[in-house]
């Protein structure tokens, strides 16, 4: 049984069900109606830097390792079209990390250094390369990096692809169906749900923001959080950013989609509404996000902006992955990926399911788990 409806818990219930397995997913809204629908789409590999220049180079080593799943997570969505038979928009164009301050050239280099050291391709741009490669780019900005790995694909596409395939090849799928208790029998577990008790002989966490309720059930704490952050989109637009834009010294992300809308991000916080208890656009984070784009590249002022959203996303201090079996409950697997999961989710189902089949995992995931912090 596969407890979640997003990214990493469709893709899961499709990798089983590819192979033979009996797969039960279940959601307890809609599919994809969390923070994998609500993400801009990029693909990251590069080490995030503002909680590199928040937490240090310490910090900054230890995450290190996981760039190489990342990047095995990239590679792994160039297959995926192919795969699940639809357009994802899948498009790699590169990540382009700006500064707009000298001083933030030294700390991208002591960065770069690191992702250096696990196998990251990473240049940087002096201010004629970073207006050669974008030109689209304000005069301001004194250079930066280029990561030649990153791209996007549709959120509102990938999940859905998952989910229609693995229920071609045998799953199940349960919609509006919240789990409400989580026991072990000595055969596996008993899940209890709003739709009637469902019997298992495996479960796999891929929860996000609520995997922390999950676990609980069997009285495992995990160190996971959710966060409420907001993303815009405005009107399509002439084609001119074809990179994933990053600011050095401030909360951006900036893509253009397939069809010329520009996503506008960053990690900026919404709220949450004393009504519903829903994550909501805050007008605060809107307008700060909103002028930062415009003076990192100038003519996202010309653009129409068309809506914000909110959306809950799960996010750990280290930002390492908890992926695999439960160190106390034999059956009982994990499949999280905190922060970038649009990126790994493929990748992260793909090793899960492997693991659950007993399957030596396709990459050695000892270096990046943080699966020991499952108490």
Partial sequence: MVIGGGLAGCATAYYLAREGVGVTLTERSDLNMQASGANAGGFHAQIPHLTFMEEGDAWARNFAPVVEMLLAGIRLWGTLEKELDSDLEYYIGGGILIADQEVQMRDIARRMEIEHSVGLEIHALTRNELRSLAPYVSENMVGGCFCPAEGKANPLLATRAFARRAVEKGAVI?????????????????????????????????????????????????????????????????????????????????????????????????????????????????????????????????????????????????????????????????????????TAGPISALVTSELVLGRKPSIDITRYSALSGVM
């Avoid at 815009?232 to 397939?258: C, D, M, N, W």
Wanted: glycine content about 12%.
């Fill in 174 to 342: 349960l919609r509006n169906t919240e789990v409400t208790g989580l026991e072990s029998n000595g055969q596996g577990f008993t899940v209890r749900t709003s739709a009637g008790d469902i019997e298992a002989a495996r479960v796999v966490n891929c929860a996000g923001a609520e995997a922390g309720r999950i676990a609980r059930m069997l009285n495992m704490d995990v160190a996971i959080q959710g966060f409420p952050i907001q993303v815009s989109v405005t009107a399509p637009a002439e084609p001119f950013i074809k990179h994933l834009v990053y600011a050095a010294g401030h909360r951006l992300t900036l893509k253009q989609a397939a069809n010329g809308t520009l996503l506008i991000g960053g990690g900026w916080p919404a709220k949450i509404s004393n009504i519903t208890g829903q994550p909501v656009a805050g007008l605060d984070s809107l307008l700060g996000n909103l002028r930062l784009a415009k003076y990192v590249v100038p003519a996202v002022g010309e653009a129409q902006l068309m809506r914000s959203w909110a959306a809950i996303v799960n996010g750990t201090a280290d930002w390492k992955p908890i992926i695999g079996e439960a160190p106390k409950h034999k059956g009982f697997f994990f499949n999280l990926f905190p922060w970038t999961g649009f």
